[in-house]
T-cell receptor, first 113, second 109 residues
Framework: IAGITQAPTSQILAAGRRMTLRCTQDMRHNAMYWYRQDLGLGLRLIHYSNTAGTTGKGEVPDGYSVSRANTDDFPLTLASAVPSQTSVYFC????????????FGEGSRLTVL | GQNIDQPTEMTATEGAIVQINCTYQTSGFNGLFWYQQHAGEAPTFLSYNVLDGLEEKGRFSSFLSRSKGYSYLLLKELQMKDSASYLCAVRDSNYQLIWGAGTKLIIKP
């Protein structure tokens, strides 16, 4: 089934640990994004990539890093997790064209204790 | 600053019509999106408006007035499966999406 796959779907993590959230798409979209979603707040952009080999910072990039070695994969790394990074993380991609609508993965629920 | 406002929660009755409003103040405008998000799931695309007026897609319609910084999503013939959060998002002059916090729609029988 075409789309975006995220892993893990859920994780509990001790503060200070390193964690990588994986994201893979098979739609050959150039642009990919990482968002976090917290109760009462809109989706907030962490990092994005317009094409393989390039990345950019979003609204809330501190404490996170990304890489884009190829078109399909866009992992998000928390170098040293803190409790404020407890959230639901969504990976998304967008196709070229007039609307540029986003296609989202199913999300990764991360709890940092 | 940039801001998207939408009601936090709305309640409607099965079979009825509901209108979810969204007002925005952004640095430029390059389109407005509505997404649907069921609890515990990912957002899914519903509609896109870039010109003023009404876009109709089945039971769902979306309206835009750029001069007023205003949009609404109209849902007709409500079904229980329409219970979800509805997210309004505006693409600004830098082609970045600014998201509202979402409106939780509760459908009662």
């Amino acid at each position: 089934i075409a789309g975006i796959t995220q892993a893990p779907t859920s994780q509990i993590l001790a503060a200070g640990r390193r964690m990588t959230l994986r994201c893979t798409q098979d739609m050959r979209h150039n642009a990919m994004y990482w968002y976090r979603q917290d109760l009462g707040l809109g989706l907030r952009l962490i990092h994005y990539s317009n094409t393989a080999g390039t990345t950019g910072k979003g609204e809330v990039p501190d404490g996170y890093s990304v890489s884009r070695a190829n078109t399909d994969d866009f992992p998000l790394t928390l170098a040293s997790a803190v409790p404020s990074q407890t959230s639901v993380y969504f990976c998304a991609s967008s196709e070229e064209g007039a609307t540029g609508e986003l296609f989202f993965g199913e999300g990764s629920r991360l709890t940092v204790l | 600053g940039q801001n998207i406002d939408q009601p936090t929660e709305m309640t409607a009755t099965e079979g009825a019509i509901v209108q979810i409003n969204c007002t925005y103040q952004t640095s430029g405008f390059n389109g407005l999106f509505w997404y649907q998000q069921h609890a515990g799931e990912a957002p899914t695309f519903l509609s896109y408006n870039v010109l003023d007026g009404l876009e109709e897609k089945g039971r769902f319609s979306s309206f835009l007035s750029r001069s007023k910084g205003y949009s609404y999503l109209l849902l007709k013939e409500l079904q229980m499966k329409d219970s979800a959060s509805y997210l309004c998002a505006v693409r600004d002059s830098n082609y970045q999406l600014i998201w509202g916090a979402g409106t939780k729609l509760i459908i009662k029988p």
